[in-house]
């Protein structure tokens, strides 16, 4: 008898004929012998619902304005206690109604707040960060052969203030509970039915992959495929925890995501990642001398500007050229300082580009074979397309390319690195197209 | 510095708006000088809100049926456990938003849920009783200058289990508070000003009463006057909290309800209160003999057909007549019921009146006056109402009477006990039409 975590987010839950359709998922694994610890979001739309509520009552312009100045650090601290109170009752009316969905089909089953479980957090209100969970009491309700239906998302931090891990919180939760009860495998049922070597939308070649390594899932989950949140990804490969991928809506194995070495026969590269709307900024003619990237780097931070990759060309005649990338939606609010940076360096000028879409081939295989990268440059042009940009890590290497060949080149290098499904795998609408 | 207990319903905090009217009172309370524990109930139509989500869950017809005939009380209870669970997310959404409202005033506030103040119940979901309430933490608060706005309805059972207290039950929470923190007054605030010595709505010249005793208000909540739940006036007498009603729209005093006896220019009546929906049935005729009261009343108790007034007159020749009112829309019910008895019985005959109306005058001064009732009954007479029945208590003289003189008789008795307002306190309104 295994012990599962099964865990369904918003839009899994987001209707009462969808939350009995997760009733009938979990019972057919109770039934068929399990014990289940399922991990459940607020129904899709309601923490919105909740924070236009809360913003509501902020944007008041009512007369009582009176010391409304005194708003200060302390007040923003005493604000997020309140908004993670309002909106933990998003899980709570989930997994209420879960567990009623359950008993009506006669399966024993239990609800449990964050608070209830409980699953302490540091104080950090709206980002807390889970330091303890205490498995006894749903352990013994698993004894006795109970469903625990826990509400995701929520934790309880040491002065009984209710917290919230924020955005993806529900993973986290999962796999912690995984963690603490030591179960099997921790399930996440999303919309998608596993981790692809690519976007299927793009190539239509991609394929499902049956496992695939923490590491990897980790450099695809920073790259824009957004299956797992990063942080529930880490949590799993921190404590051992086997992680599955799979789809709420059909059936079928998902994607294992393991923290061991996968066998002889597995690809060199998992999957291929990529992203649109990416753009580059080069400041020219530089000094090259230190403490230059830091004064250059400095306000982009400040302005909470996410800055992707970083390459710096070696020096010529005393000065060099750097350059880097930003979301397209912040190279204007980027290239402003960077002019004004620029200015004061003494630098040459400043260029840029806004229609850059970024490549990534991940592979755990890619550290013992150097001829990755050629492969991938050669593959690229072949197709006529110029590099840009290169950045590499242990298991990753990444390329800038104009956008407008994006799909070109992630279609020609799927089909280069021997990912494409061979022609019985392919899904039943390609066949007929062929 | 008075500490006040503040109770708000669910109309009070009904909309966002309506939420900062309750923020402005609660911090204008707060401003000069008092120490306030706030109650609040759901938004209005929140509650209908959740337990329609759980009765679509319950009413759900999908493919998965088996074992639903497994349902049973351990079921019940496992189902009352969820509901609970549910409907206290109502309370916790308006607490939070209320605190939020207050911060944006620069008012220190701290939310609670039942179960981190915590207030201890009974396990019996859906309508728990209070145990016990360990005010330390929010005392603590009041003692570092926050206001404490607590979640009403709601408490935690032994094992942790979130409990519900039944309808009205943010009335008894808000007392119950007040007794544990020993409060100097617990302020009830409705959609009405006070406690009228009757229906403005039928007698125009209706007074708010400065005072009431608490015998008083039970005798008028279980009357049909539903200002207060007779369960909130009741722990309020127990415990000797006084208790104010008043409107969360206008300013004024409202009405106190107290233990302690009035002063000697108190009237002899403190209020008349009526209903206008009942109905009588007589069976006429039965043996006078022991064991047929019970014969007559187990069935329609069985039934759940409340009885109000039950009369029965000296017996003649070994037979007697007795009887009862119910409410109008249980009289089918209930003579279908007495037909049966009746012939069972060998009873002469069954005879009902749908078109009842009953009046209570109510007030301790009556223990000591002989007089009132007498008054009452010839009161009705001059204005040629005929009474069908009486019933009478140590406080309380009550008459049944055709329903179609049901105003001009509340009028006129309002008026013979010396009810109605003087002149110059009467409605503007009321004035201009004289």
Known sequence: MALFVEKFGGTSVGTVERIHAVADRVARSRRSGNDVVVVVSAMAGETDRLLSLAQEIESHTGSATAGHAGHNAAQTKATGREIDALLATGEQVTVALLVLAL??????????????VPIRTD?????????????????????????????????????????????????????????????????????????????????????????????????????????????????????????????????????????????????????????????????????????????????????????????????????????????????????????????????????GDTNLAKISIVGVGMRSHAGIASTMFEVLAKNGINIELISTSEIKISVGIADKYLELAVRALHKAFGLDSSPEEEPLDTAVVD
């Open 103 to 116: 008993q009506r089909q006669s399966v024993e089953a239990l609800s449990y707040t964050g608070s209830q």
């Open 123 to 351: 104080p950090v209100h709206g980002k807390a960060r889970i330091l303890d969970i205490d498995p006894t009491r749903v352990r013994a309700d698993l004894d006795a052969g109970h469903v625990v239906v826990i509400a995701g998302f929520q934790g309880v931090d040491p002065d009984g203030n209710i917290t919230t891990l924020g955005r993806g919180g529900s993973d986290t939760t999962a796999v912690a509970m995984a963690a603490a009860l030591r179960a099997d495998e921790c399930r996440i049922y999303t919309d998608v039915d596993g981790v692809y070597t690519a976007d299927p939308r793009i190539v239509p070649a991609a394929r499902r992959l049956e496992r695939i390594t923490v590491e990897e899932m980790l450099e695809l989950s920073s790259l824009g495929t957004k299956v797992l949140q990063t942080r529930s990804v880490e949590f799993a490969g921190k404590y051992g925890v086997p992680l599955r991928v799979l789809s709420s809506f059909t059936d079928g194995p998902g994607t294992l995501i393991t923290h061991e070495a996968k066998d002889m026969e597995q690809p060199l590269i998992a999957g291929i990642a990529y992203n649109g709307d990416e753009a580059k900024l080069t400041i020219r003619g530089v000094p090259d001398e230190p403490g230059v990237a830091s004064r250059i780097f400095g306000p982009i931070s400040e302005a909470h500007i996410n800055v992707d990759m970083i390459i710096q060309n070696v020096g010529r005649d005393e000065s060099t050229d750097l350059t880097f990338t930003v979301k397209r939606d912040e190279y204007e609010k980027a290239r402003a300082l960077l002019d004004r940076v620029a200015a004061e360096l003494g630098a040459r000028d400043v260029v």
